[in-house]
């Protein structure tokens, strides 16, 4: 029996990105030794974009379309396309062409050898400025300082797994706050990386402002680490050590305090700074544990075309 390819594509805003992704995709899939589906995600976009995908749904059978009832996010996207794919190998990209279809024979030659977990690791964004460059290399620094899961430095939303791999997705990590491709990458499987170049934007523009890209950030150190949970730990030795300083120097001075007001204000606002701090961290930890309880679906299906085979737990929980 041949095997199958899905393609999972994560749609939002995206109407003058589609044709030229369809155009590009379509003969690279139809090149693969693999029979495959185009099974694009449509998470609650506002302009023509599903016009588009209707159409083309219409046209070619192979080609799947899922409809979110609203924005539910990029992660819930690949999540839902994970849980409707149904081929033998899964690959997750975008719409606007950085993540090159042309990869996608590679893709299939390591699926044939055996891997569970394909990395696309990105060595070059010609999209993104000095800045983004820097933080996005300080973001995988510090989740790797911070957590015992290793994550490779420029990792993407490219990345494909093999149907095993997928079912374990499919089956665990369905936290309602969740780092996708860090959970990729904790699965275990046999695992290998391949290069690749981000193009430009083929159109549009980026739907992450820094304000996403923040959250994201926080939201990613706090599900793969407590270490943060630990700094009132590291912040009270600290304390005592100063403590001790302006004791030892108020024994050695001879002096019923420390001379003036300087040392005593400086020492208070330190401390209610890491006191609020830990206070703050606490209270993120406390917002994720509040959104794993109230348990609500992780996304909610308003439509489907093309598709036969339905998930369990449709709405997404």
Same mark, same amino acid.
Not at 102 to 123: D, F, N, S
Not at 147 to 174: H, I, M
Not at 186 to 196: C, H, L, M, P, S
Not at 207 to 222: E, P, Q
């Given at each position: 029996?041949?095997?199958?390819?899905?393609?999972?594509?994560?749609?939002?805003?995206?109407?003058?990105?589609?044709?030229?992704?369809?155009?590009?995709? !379509?003969?690279?899939?139809?090149? =693969?030794?693999? *029979?495959?589906?185009?099974?694009?995600?449509?998470?609650?976009?506002?302009?023509?974009?599903? /016009?588009?995908? *209707? +159409?083309?749904?219409?046209?070619?059978?192979?080609? !799947?379309?899922?409809?979110?009832?609203?924005?539910?996010?990029?992660?819930?996207?690949?999540?839902?396309?994970?849980?409707?794919?149904?081929? *033998?190998?899964?690959?997750?990209?975008?719409?606007? =062409?950085?993540?090159?279809?042309?990869?996608?024979?590679?893709?299939?030659?390591?699926?044939?050898?055996?891997?569970?977990?394909?990395?696309?690791?990105?060595? +070059?964004?010609?999209?993104?400025?000095?800045? !983004?460059?820097?933080? %996005?290399?300080?973001?995988?620094?510090?989740?790797? %300082?911070?957590?015992?899961?290793?994550?490779?430095?420029?990792?993407?939303?490219?990345?494909?797994?093999?149907?095993?791999?997928?079912?374990?997705?499919?089956?665990?990590?369905?936290? !309602?706050?969740?780092?996708?491709?860090?959970?990729?990458?904790?699965?275990?499987?046999?695992?290998?990386?391949?290069?690749?170049?981000?193009? /430009? +934007?083929?159109?549009?523009?980026?739907?992450?402002?820094?304000?996403? #890209? =923040?959250?994201?950030?926080?939201?990613?150190?706090?599900?793969? %680490?407590?270490?943060?949970?630990?700094?009132?730990?590291?912040?009270?030795?600290?304390?005592? #050590?100063?403590?001790?300083?302006?004791?030892?120097?108020?024994?050695?001075?001879?002096?019923?305090?420390?001379?003036?007001?300087?040392?005593?204000?400086?020492?208070?606002?330190?401390?209610?700074?890491?006191?609020?701090?830990?206070?703050?961290?606490?209270?993120?930890?406390?917002?994720?544990?509040?959104?794993?309880?109230? *348990?609500?679906?992780?996304?909610?299906?308003?439509?489907?075309?093309?598709?036969?085979?339905?998930?369990?737990?449709?709405?997404?929980?």
């Amino acid at each position: 029996m041949e095997k199958k390819l899905s393609v999972v594509v994560s749609v939002y805003n995206e109407e003058e990105a589609l044709p030229l992704f369809y155009e590009t995709a !379509k003969p690279v899939l139809q090149g =693969l030794p693999w *029979d495959y589906e185009l099974l694009f995600v449509n998470d609650g976009s506002e302009d023509r974009s599903s /016009e588009i995908l *209707d +159409r083309l749904a219409a046209e070619d059978d192979r080609i !799947k379309v899922v409809s979110f009832s609203r924005n539910f996010g990029h992660e819930a996207a690949m999540i839902a396309g994970i849980d409707y794919a149904g081929g *033998d190998g899964i690959v997750c990209m975008d719409a606007d =062409l950085q993540h090159p279809p042309a990869c996608l024979p590679e893709i299939v030659k390591k699926l044939e050898e055996g891997c569970g977990v394909i990395t696309m690791v990105r060595t +070059r964004n010609e999209s993104a400025g000095v800045i !983004k460059n820097i933080t %996005s290399a300080g973001f995988y620094w510090l989740i790797n %300082s911070l957590s015992d899961v290793k994550f490779e430095a420029n990792a993407s939303d490219f990345f494909a797994v093999s149907a095993q791999a997928a079912d374990v997705l499919r089956g665990s990590y369905r936290e !309602k706050v969740r780092f996708l491709r860090g959970y990729v990458q904790n699965i275990g499987f046999k695992r290998a990386a391949i290069e690749y170049e981000a193009a /430009e +934007r083929a159109a549009g523009e980026s739907k992450y402002s820094i304000r996403k #890209l =923040l959250a994201f950030s926080v939201n990613t150190i706090l599900c793969f %680490s407590n270490l943060p949970l630990k700094l009132g730990i590291y912040a009270g030795g600290l304390a005592a #050590l100063l403590g001790l300083a302006v004791m030892v120097y108020t024994l050695c001075t001879r002096q019923g305090a420390p001379s003036g007001y300087t040392t005593i204000v400086i020492l208070n606002c330190f401390m209610f700074a890491v006191l609020f701090l830990i206070v703050g961290i606490m209270g993120e930890y406390i917002a994720i544990l509040f959104h794993e309880l109230k *348990d609500r679906p992780v996304y909610i299906v308003g439509e489907t075309k093309n598709i036969r085979r339905r998930p369990d737990g449709e709405s997404g929980g």
